[in-house]
């Protein structure tokens, strides 16, 4: 079982960037899939992107293609998303959650391990 530590949210003016960590305490991504969601006030959770561990193969939502990135560092086991020309309605708390296995959904019923969120604030 991995926990999954969420950091790196804040508040940050359109057009501006930020990027968010997903770690793995006490143990490691290998074997995984990490996702990215997101839930703003009054709307339902939203896949953002997900990762594959194993060889970084990588799924984007339509809404963030081209502007958020997301990567992974084996040695420090994180998953990270960088997010740029940011606009209010990325404003979420944003989720980092892992499943076993190679499939990149983005269902979040699929995923097994959830983090806290951190929360990301876009003032236009």
């Known amino acids: 079982q991995v926990q999954v530590v969420e950091s790196g949210g804040g508040l940050v003016q359109a057009g501006g960037s930020l990027r968010l960590s997903c770690a793995a305490a006490?143990?490691?991504?290998?074997?995984?899939?990490v996702g990215w969601f997101r839930q703003a006030p009054g709307k339902e959770r939203e896949f953002v992107s997900g990762?594959?561990?194993?060889?970084?193969?990588?799924n984007y939502a339509d809404s963030v293609k081209g502007r958020f990135t997301i990567s992974r560092d084996n040695a420090k086991n994180t998953v990270y998303l960088q997010m740029s020309s940011l606009n209010p309605e990325d404003t979420a708390v944003y989720y980092c959650?892992?499943?076993?296995?190679?499939?990149?959904?983005?269902?979040?019923?699929?995923?097994?391990?959830w983090g806290q969120g951190t929360q990301v604030t876009v003032s236009s």
């Open positions: 959650a892992a499943r076993r296995g190679s499939a990149i959904p983005s269902s979040g019923l699929q995923y097994d391990y």
């Open positions: 990762i594959r561990w194993s060889d970084g193969r990588t």
């Open positions: 006490g143990g490691t991504f290998s074997g995984y899939t």
